[in-house]
C-alpha cells in the first residue's frame, strides 16, 4: 500500500486555467504538508495543516488555497495558473508536531505553458 | 532557524562507508539535526536526526560534535541505490520552517 499518493502525477495545462493536486496518506498521521520543488531543485514549504487546521502558510500567492476535506486528505487547488507555477509539488505526512519524520508522496509535476 | 552548509557533491565508492558533512555553527540549543535524501524524480525520504547525542538506525549513523556545531552522516556500505541528493535541516522542536537548502548529490561507483 503507498502511503502517501498523490494525483495525478503529471499536469500538463495552460495560463489561466485552474487546477487541483490531489494528496491522500493512509498511515494515520495528524499532520500534511505541501512543498514546491522549482527547477533549480529548491524545495520549500508551501502549507502545514494539523488534524484539519492550518497551521504553516507560507508566503505564498493566494491563488494557491489548501483544503484538507479530513486529516488523511490535503489537496492544493491552483487558481488563474501562471508559468512560474511550473514545478514539483509533494505532499507529505508526519505524526505529531510540524516537521517530525515526515513521509513524502511521488510528486505531481505541474507544466504551465 | 540555523542555516546549513553542505559540499554540492561527493563520490564514495561502492561497498564503502560515505560519510557526509554538514556544518551548522549557529545552531541553538534546542535546535534538531536532520537527514533526509532524494533519489532521482522521487519524493525526499527521511533518514535519521538526533539533537545531541550520536544516532543510529538501519539506514545510517548520525555523528553531532560535542559543540553541536556540525555533524557527520555516515551510510556505512553504501550502495548504487543510495546514489541521491542528501539534505541536512536543522530546526527548532515545534518551529514552523523547515528548509532543505541545497543539499550534498552523493554518487556510489561501482
Known amino acids: 500500500d503507498t502511503a502517501v499518493s498523490q494525483t495525478p502525477k503529471y499536469l500538463v495545462t495552460q495560463m489561466g486555467n485552474d487546477k487541483s493536486i490531489k494528496c491522500e496518506q493512509n498511515?494515520?498521521?495528524?499532520?500534511m504538508y505541501w512543498y514546491k520543488q522549482d527547477s533549480k531543485k529548491f524545495l520549500k514549504i508551501m502549507f502545514s495543516?494539523?488534524?484539519?487546521?492550518?497551521?504553516i502558510n507560507e508566503t505564498v500567492p493566494n491563488r494557491f488555497s489548501p483544503k484538507s476535506p479530513d486529516k488523511a486528505h490535503l489537496n492544493l487547488h491552483i487558481n488563474s495558473l501562471e508559468l512560474g507555477d511550473s514545478a514539483v509539488y509533494f505532499c507529505?505526512?508526519?505524526?505529531?508536531?510540524?516537521?517530525?519524520?515526515?513521509?513524502f508522496g511521488p510528486g505531481t509535476r505541474l507544466t504551465v505553458t | 532557524d540555523a542555516k546549513t552548509t553542505q559540499p554540492p557533491s561527493m563520490d564514495c565508492a561502492e561497498g564503502r562507508a560515505a560519510n557526509l558533512p554538514c556544518n551548522h555553527s549557529?545552531?541553538?540549543?534546542?535546535?534538531?539535526v536532520y537527514w533526509y535524501r532524494q533519489i532521482h524524480s522521487q519524493g525526499p525520504q527521511y533518514i535519521i536526526h538526533?539533537?545531541?547525542n550520536n544516532e543510529t538506525n538501519e539506514m545510517a549513523s548520525l555523528i553531532i560534535t560535542e559543540d553541536r556545531k556540525s555533524s557527520t552522516l555516515i551510510l556505512p556500505h553504501a550502495t548504487l541505490r543510495d546514489t541521491a541528493v542528501y539534505y541536512c535541516?536543522?530546526?527548532?522542536?515545534?518551529?514552523?520552517?523547515?528548509?532543505f537548502g541545497t543539499g550534498t548529490s552523493l554518487t556510489v561507483i561501482p
Open positions: 549557529t545552531i541553538s540549543g534546542n535546535e534538531y
Open positions: 535541516i536543522v530546526r527548532v522542536s515545534n518551529g514552523n520552517q523547515f528548509y
Open positions: 495543516y494539523n488534524n484539519k487546521e492550518l497551521i
Open positions: 498511515l494515520g498521521h495528524d499532520t
Open positions: 538526533g539533537l545531541k
Open positions: 507529505a505526512s508526519s505524526q505529531g508536531g510540524a516537521f517530525d519524520e515526515q513521509y
